[in-house]
């Protein structure tokens, strides 16, 4: 599913307003979503999920063409864990 299918999905099952509004508000919420992450905030969406924002340490790590020895650098990575819901969706 891309942006598009949910700015459809949206414009169809909301209805009351014209196509471009459903698009400003799909694309309002992914950049809510994104300042909240890149604050390292987390968001938990009921019934839904949680997203969190997790750093990783510096590690040692090896090329794997080579062998050599190598630092992989400290980082941010995003996590999702979806909630109880979603998960007994998903696996009925």
Same mark, same amino acid.
């Given at each position: 599913?891309?942006?598009?299918?949910?700015?459809?999905?949206?414009?169809?099952?909301?209805?009351?307003?014209?196509?471009?509004? $459903?698009?400003?508000?799909?694309?309002?919420?992914?950049?809510?979503?994104? $300042?909240?992450?890149?604050?390292?905030?987390?968001?938990?969406?009921?019934?839904?999920?949680?997203?969190?924002?997790?750093?990783?340490? $510096?590690?040692?790590?090896? &090329?794997?063409?080579?062998?050599?020895?190598?630092?992989?650098?400290?980082?941010?990575?995003?996590?999702?864990?979806?909630?109880?819901?979603?998960?007994? $969706?998903? &696996?009925?």
């Amino acid at each position: 599913m891309t942006k598009a299918d949910i700015v459809e999905t949206v414009y169809e099952r909301v209805g009351g307003f014209p196509k471009q509004e $459903a698009a400003e508000v799909v694309e309002t919420v992914f950049e809510t979503v994104k $300042a909240t992450l890149v604050k390292g905030d987390k968001i938990k969406i009921t019934r839904f999920g949680s997203f969190i924002v997790r750093d990783k340490k $510096a590690r040692a790590g090896r &090329n794997p063409q080579t062998g050599k020895e190598i630092t992989i650098s400290a980082r941010r990575v995003l996590t999702f864990k979806p909630s109880l819901v979603l998960n007994k $969706a998903l &696996n009925s």
